[in-house]
């Protein structure tokens, strides 16, 4: 019996495995169910609302309107309590959101090229004010000093000259000008993180945490750095570039001090997936050594907010698993809801005061983030696990991207395969369709990985006969 030539046995397995990639797609497709906004587990009614900034997606300024940048509120058992849908007012990112002392809410977002911070009355869904930066990227914008912005001003890089102006300013709105400057290249090495680039530092955080003292988080450098204002020095340092076992690409940190006055740091380690509090401990200064006194890991997807409540309790977004989880100091969810498409940042408005961390708010500024005890103070000190929550079917279960990391570790390509499935799981979300899992993208892919260079090569193979039936079409459409 004549066996069928090798191309055609080659061509029969590349069609089983197309087929079969498909096929998977297609099940896992009908049976995904997309996370939606609304409650999830809620064992412990929270104690007030509590406003989520949806980040959504766009791609060159293309928003989509099935993963829109959104505020929304959440009531006390995570009920959706109003949505202000940021594409109808041409926003295309939301980021940071804070309570003002007022009772409204301080917004930062972006439009196409500018930063546009705005005060929200929440019962009207009316702007009060807005103010627009030439400023092509800013995760936050915070109210201090009366009526003066506190910016962190991200992705300012000069093409032409190749050097990064990212910075933080203050912008006076009465005198309608910047009254004050930091640089990063001014005060790091001009090679942190590889040198120069269009999205160098990634600053994504500032916050007044004293007279004259501003709490930074440049993310790209793996670090969070406290600035003194008068002087422009650094006067505390948690993290360096490139040590990633203390930090990795974090967001909003929060400054904290325990009951004796120890400097304290709460911060989202997100590259890491995990959340950690850091005590200084040793003298005072630059050069303080930082003991890691908790941390709080297992199911977190890229977590970017972590805000201590009064009650002890910390209040996590999860943006890759599209939720916000209110957790004991020993990873018990009490509280959680769902807020697609990758949440940036959430605050429990009962949970904050008409007084910041030092204690000298004027009555509108700013008053998000943490307001809490320390981890030391509660005596809970050490490492836990994230226990509880909805679980599979909301946040699409076991991930693609964890699967393959975990089948690969322990071997040579265990740490290579880890880095490119966490960038895989980071940057996926945005881009595949709403109703596709995690596992049904990662089909297709597959499908379109196998399938497009099989079509390549059967052209090559078919060129002379493509060419040819070209010419003849060629020439019956001249006749």
């Known amino acids: 019996m004549d066996l069928p030539p090798r191309r055609w046995l080659l061509r029969g397995v590349l069609g089983i495995v197309v087929g079969s990639l498909v096929v998977a797609a297609a099940v896992s497709a009908v049976a995904y169910e997309p996370p939606s906004l609304g409650p999830g587990t809620v064992e412990q009614p929270a104690n007030g609302s509590t406003v989520v900034s949806v980040q959504g997606f766009h791609f060159e300024g293309v928003g989509n309107a099935k993963k829109p940048a959104r505020l929304v509120a959440a009531g006390p058992r995570a009920a959706t309590e109003w949505v202000s849908d940021g594409s109808k007012r041409n926003a295309r990112w939301f980021y940071d959101v804070d309570p003002l002392a007022n009772g409204n809410l301080l917004v930062t977002s972006t439009v196409p090229g500018d930063t546009v911070v705005f005060e929200l009355d929440p019962g009207t869904q009316r702007r009060v004010w807005t103010e627009r930066f030439d400023a092509e990227d800013t995760h936050d914008v915070d109210l201090v000093n009366g009526d003066q912005l506190l910016v962190a001003n991200m992705r300012e890089y000069n093409g032409s000259s190749g050097v990064s102006n990212d910075r933080l300013f203050v912008y006076d709105r009465g005198e309608d000008e910047i009254v004050w400057e930091w640089q990063f290249r001014e005060h790091f090495p001009n090679g942190t993180d590889g040198g120069f680039s269009a999205d160098w530092s990634h600053v994504n955080d500032v916050d007044k945490i004293g007279e004259g003292r501003y709490l930074a988080s440049p993310r790209n450098f793996d670090q969070v750095i406290v600035v003194d204002r008068s002087t ?83 209040l996590v977004t999860d943006s890759l698993n599209h939720r916000v989880i209110e957790v004991t100091p020993t990873g018990d969810v009490v509280w959680e809801y769902y807020a697609p498409w990758a949440p940036y940042d959430a605050e429990r408005l009962s949970a904050t005061g008409a007084d910041d961390a030092n204690g000298s708010n004027p009555a509108n500024a700013s008053v998000g983030g943490s307001h809490g005890p320390t981890m030391t103070d509660l005596n809970a000190t050490g490492s836990y696990e994230v226990s509880g929550g909805a679980g599979e079917g909301v946040t699409d279960g076991v991930q693609f991207s964890t699967w393959v990391a975990s089948v690969a570790a322990g071997t040579p390509i265990g740490t290579t395969v880890e880095s490119v499935a966490e960038r895989y799981a980071h940057v996926t979300p945005f881009v595949r369709p709403v ?4 596992w049904s993208f990662a089909a297709l892919l597959g499908a379109v990985l196998v399938g497009l260079p099989w079509a390549l090569g059967e052209g090559l193979y078919h060129r002379e006969r493509i060419r040819h039936a070209a010419g003849r079409a060629r020439s019956r459409l001249s006749r």
């Open 435 to 438: 109703w596709l899992s995690s």
């Open 232 to 314: 422009g020095e650094i006067t505390m340092r948690l993290g360096r570039d490139g040590q990633l076992g203390t930090l990795f690409e974090q967001h909003n940190p929060d400054y904290l001090e325990s009951e004796n006055g120890t400097p304290t740091i709460l911060v989202a380690d997100s590259e890491n997936d995990r959340i950690v509090e850091y005590a200084r401990v040793g003298e005072s200064g630059n050069g303080s050594e930082w003991e890691r006194t908790w941390e709080l890991s297992g199911g977190f997807n890229w977590p970017r907010d972590a805000d201590r409540l009064p009650n002890g309790n910390t």
